[in-house]
């Protein structure tokens, strides 16, 4: 019998095209095909694309790799290669060998990004940052969280499941992943639902499939607000980390192994490194910073390892790209990010925000303060970079000058060098959506 939960291949080829041909990746080609056999995975769920509003709830990444006509086993290898990548410098530092720079022994940059060529880091830190969001996925640590802060975090994990335990319960993906579970997860593994790890060498590869199950409703966390607020705590190679747990995070969903390797990496550093130094408060502390407040849910950014890398081509970068300038405090263009299109800026000024709050840096402003800063001369706001074009631009050949120039605003000027108005980048961006939506 056909089951009409999974999406045709036809149309899987068709959407897969489509994104590759619509969508460029700030990695290689081939680690980009990688990570869009998962986004499509999502994509069939929800009825995106190419499957025009048809929702195929039990589409998986395998699925989706058989549809494609690809090696299952060298693409779950390939993916592996990436963890290990990462799980190499992690060892390598807990043995006394910490290396300078993410890349591999070949050295290529981790997950393809080549800026991490570049960039010289601290070891210490980046495993900091891998402990801190291995665990602060972990359902213990967010359950932690809500009753800290007195927040709701929703949850879950992976588990490996046997497909046809699933349909004997009437179960599908759609159910186990939106469904409150947490009280049936011990029915779930008597039932045979959830296979256990004795019994996973004895289940056919093609019967169990790794999925996620979800414990408790609610916001998740944004993984953008997780990078965004370590680099501010503390400071990029502690960002850097936590973006290469998440990264694991999403690698691991499609490999020979059917466990949660960011968290098995994450008790690995706490056990054998020393120098970890890193308490279960401040866990808890960057697990509060990266919840999504529920009246927010809809515009917080949550990037997915495709939506960080994936280049807006207004403005010539990727997401990763922009938070790392905000955290070095470099000029970065506004962009929107995420599947839900949030403007950069504005993320940016509540995680802001959201950070000095909790660490009570409000303080810092004082009547004095602001007293003192009305005082500044107002032509010394002039010196701030602009960029200055004539009427009849277009909002892309203007949107490039700004950015060779690092431009914060532009200035439009007749042939008499009459100002005819200034546009900031926000208003600009806000402008060309509307007319996107117009047209």
Known sequence: MINNKVAPSELIRRDFQHLKESEELNTTEEIADL??????????????????????????????????????NKVKSRRQLLIDDIASFVDDTIKGKPRLRLVNA????????????????????????????????DPGPRAAAEEKYGITIGYGKCYPVNIDVMEKMALDGEILAHRENAGSIDAFKRAGLIISEEDLAKT??????????????????????????????????????????????????????????????????????????????????????????????????????????????????????????????????????????????????????????????QAVVTSDTVMKGLETPVDNFLKRPAAIVKPGISMKDAIAKMRASGAEFLVIQDDNSAVQGVILMNDLLKLMMENGRKD
Do not use: W
Not at 37 to 66: L, P, W
């Open 35 to 72: 990570l869009f056999v998962q986004s499509m995975e999502g994509r069939a769920h929800n009825g995106a694309g190419a499957f025009q509003k048809s929702f195929y709830v039990n589409t998986t990444i395998d699925d989706i790799v058989r549809a494609l006509k690809l090696d299952p």
């Open 106 to 137: 070949k050295g290529e940059p981790f997950i393809g990004v080549p800026e991490l060529r570049e960039i010289e880091v601290n070891a210490k830190d980046v495993l900091k940052g891998i402990y801190i969001g291995g665990l602060r996925d």
């Open 204 to 361: 056919a590869p093609e019967k169990s499939r790794y999925l996620y199950i979800r414990h408790k409703i609610g916001p998740g966390q944004s993984d953008d607000a997780a990078v965004v607020a370590s680099g501010m705590v503390y400071n990029k190679d502690v960002a850097l980390g936590i973006f290469l747990a998440d990264a694991i995070d999403t690698l691991e969903k499609y490999v020979h192994l059917f466990k949660d390797q960011d968290d098995d990496l994450g008790y690995h550093i706490q056990k054998d490194f020393p120098g970890l130094n890193v308490t279960m408060d401040e866990v808890l502390e960057i697990t509060y910073l990266a919840a999504v407040p529920e009246e927010l849910d809809a515009q917080t950014p949550d990037s997915s390892l495709r939506y960080f890398l994936s280049i807006d081509r207004q403005v010539g970068q990727c997401a990763l790209q922009s938070h790392f300038n905000f955290i070095d405090k470099k000029p970065y263009f506004p962009m929107f990010m995420s599947f839900n299109r949030v403007l950069s800026t504005e993320f940016y000024a509540y995680i802001k925000n959201k950070v000095m709050a909790l660490k009570n840096l």
